[in-house]
């Protein structure tokens, strides 16, 4: 019997490849991306450092944009270990926002009953050794690759490999988008490899996990949300709140599509009220990228 891929409905039942335009309008050549390294605001940076043990557990470190030129940055990430993503590409690099968006459009269509009613995306530019720890996303994603070759593991998404408790931490902004793991969970993978010109789609909520094939890589992750994704992740929120002031919420699994659409209301009105502060708002920075340091991470210099 074939594993079903995820408990949660939509049209995205698995992991699936797609062509996309991106490469052939030159988004991922040095001289583009050192340009937009130059000018993309530093607040929009997270630099990030993974670590792991033999029982695949991460640790993380933040850097800060630091004062390098484009070029200079974009030689630090190639050399070193870093995966650094730039936020808000639809406003940062908004030619590249408008070709994805219609790439996009062309997926879309492929999935008889998904409408996206909010996309937002970030470039990942990311080191030949750079791996991303087993975690979700709070959305469906859209994963366009555009340099190098990376390998993805989407994993099921079963109240085992992933517990709605987390989830709701993640959604609730309590905590980042990491998931408990062990290394048993390999045997549930389906692994994906992404080469230029490819994009990919994986089940709503599907935990998974990124490897780096020895190359420096480029890829722009296109999250969106449909209709049913808002009301679950309103859901998840309010339950958090909920367990917050020691409740007992029903999982969402079991809730219909107006208990849902409740929820969610009710999540609009606990936010604006401030029932929920964000716990992972900042980040204490204890490096930033600097050429021919080890990892590409050196000191952090004097403000």
Known sequence: MTQRRTRYPGPIA?????????????????????AVLDRYPAELFDINLYDYDDAGQVSLRT???????????LEAIKQGRLWVNLREVETGWPELWAAAMQDFAAVQATYPGMRAVRNAGQLILSSPKARVPYHFDAAGVLLFHLRGRKRLFVYP??????????MEQVVAKQTTEELPYVLAFEDDAQVMDLEPGQALTWPLYAPHRVENLDRFCVSLSMDFQTWPSRFRNGALFTNAVIRSRGGRPRQTDAMTTPELAARWAASLALKRAGAMKS????FERDFEPQVGAADGAGALTAR
Do not use: M
């Open 279 to 282: 716990k992972i708002a900042a």
């Open 63 to 73: 850097g800060a944009r630091g004062r390098l030129s484009g070029d200079d940055l």
């Open 14 to 34: 698995e992991a699936r490849h797609h062509p996309h335009t991106l490469v052939a309008k030159g988004f991922a050549e040095d001289a583009a991306l050192a």
């Open 157 to 166: 998404g079963d109240e085992g490999h992933l517990p709605e408790r987390n």
